[in-house]
């Protein structure tokens, strides 16, 4: 069937105008900088429209594509891939308000990665059971290509397969991506998902809220800062997410996987998503609640100010006299403050305090 039988059956199937078909498809033909082709763009406005196109059945077999080539609307695709992140069975809430249910991991061959979305019960068994897990190189069948955002989704539905291979396979990579440090958080990746490496300076225990629909939910924030540079950032966790960073100690070298940039205000934050993750890299020393050093402020430096995305702080260094012998300290925000306030020597008592690693030596941290 040529495109133009398909457009006039997509137009008489939807009760518009042939004229309405092919101008949305000019519009996704556009948004994709040209490099969707007509049969694709035309697939995306049936998929809008609610309508199937019906094609003949073909005899022809299924090659495997190399991610690299994946574009929007393709069909019956087949990938062969290492299953570099797991994020398992996922559970949502649907428009309607009933509960359902998907899985989801990411896939990377020689040429690029792609989010595979599972929404067959069977694979999604497969999954849940562990028959295939992360590391595992397997081979996709019969997937739907779509966007998600600035991203693009394989979806495999009742007609899909996946299988695992058995077998070595040095040329897949084991790894997808790098973790970004702090520092490497910028405006640009606004509405992308990464993975962050950091330092956890502070974390606040979940609590409940109501959304506007009157569901309930859960909320967690936490900042981290970068482990070489003067720069945080906060990390806002959602839901079930909330719970992830609970008994992580304060000093905690960590990588949180899978969260959104997201800009507020002209601030840069990290939400939470369905996949989110957090790995203890290094654990810190510092506590949540009840965790105290007492001593003496014998010193304090020449205070500075740091501009960082939570906006303009003053940053003091001082050395605390303990009965275990001198400490260098850091305090920030309204801390530092405090520290600056003191007439010397003062005693002090300093809660929730963490301890980081700078140029080999230890520093015991208080932030706001």
Request: aromatic content about 4%; cysteine-free; overall charge negative.
């Amino acid at each position: 069937m040529g495109i133009d039988e398909k457009i006039r059956q997509v137009a008489e199937a939807a009760g518009v105008s042939e004229e309405e078909i092919r101008e949305r498809m000019r519009r996704y033909v556009d948004e994709f900088r040209g490099l969707l082709k007509p049969d694709a763009a035309l697939i995306l406005v049936a998929t809008d429209l609610g309508v199937s196109i019906q094609e003949a059945p073909t005899e022809r077999p299924e090659s495997v594509l190399q991610i690299a080539s994946l574009f929007p609307g393709m069909s019956r695709v087949k990938l062969r891939g290492r299953i570099t992140r797991m994020h398992g069975v996922i559970e949502f809430t649907r428009r309607d308000g009933a509960p359902g249910e998907r899985a989801e991991f990411r896939l990377a061959d020689e040429t690029g990665v792609v989010l595979v979305v599972v929404w067959s019960k069977d694979l999604i068994e497969m999954i849940r059971s562990g028959e295939v897990r992360e590391g595992d190189v397997v081979e996709i069948s019969g997937g739907r290509v779509r966007p998600r955002g600035n991203m693009l989704t394989v979806h495999l539905d009742s007609r899909s397969t996946l299988r695992r291979l058995e077998g070595e396979f040095p040329e897949l990579p084991a790894e997808d991506v790098e973790p970004l440090s702090v520092a490497e958080i910028t405006e640009d990746l606004a509405g992308q998902e990464v993975d962050v490496r950091g330092v956890l300076t502070s974390a606040s225990a979940p609590r409940e809220f109501e959304r506007k629909d009157g569901r309930p939910g859960m909320i967690a924030s936490a900042v981290l800062a970068d482990e070489k540079v003067d720069e945080d950032i906060r990390l806002v966790m959602w839901d079930d997410k909330s719970r992830l960073l609970e008994d992580v100690p304060l000093g905690s070298v960590v990588e949180v996987r899978s969260v959104r940039v997201a800009v507020r205000d002209e601030s840069i934050e990290l939400h939470s998503t369905p996949r989110t993750d957090v790995r203890v890299i290094q654990p810190g020393e510092g506590g949540r609640t009840a965790q105290e050093i007492e001593g003496n402020v014998i010193y304090v430096f020449e205070p500075s100010e740091t501009f960082s995305r939570a906006g303009r702080r003053t940053v003091v260094d001082f050395v605390l006299a303990t009965p275990d012998g001198p400490v260098l300290a850091r305090a920030w925000g309204a801390r530092a403050e405090e520290i600056l306030s003191i007439r010397l020597p003062a005693r002090v008592r300093l809660v929730n305090h963490f301890w980081t690693i700078r140029d080999g030596d230890s520093v015991l941290n208080v932030g706001d």
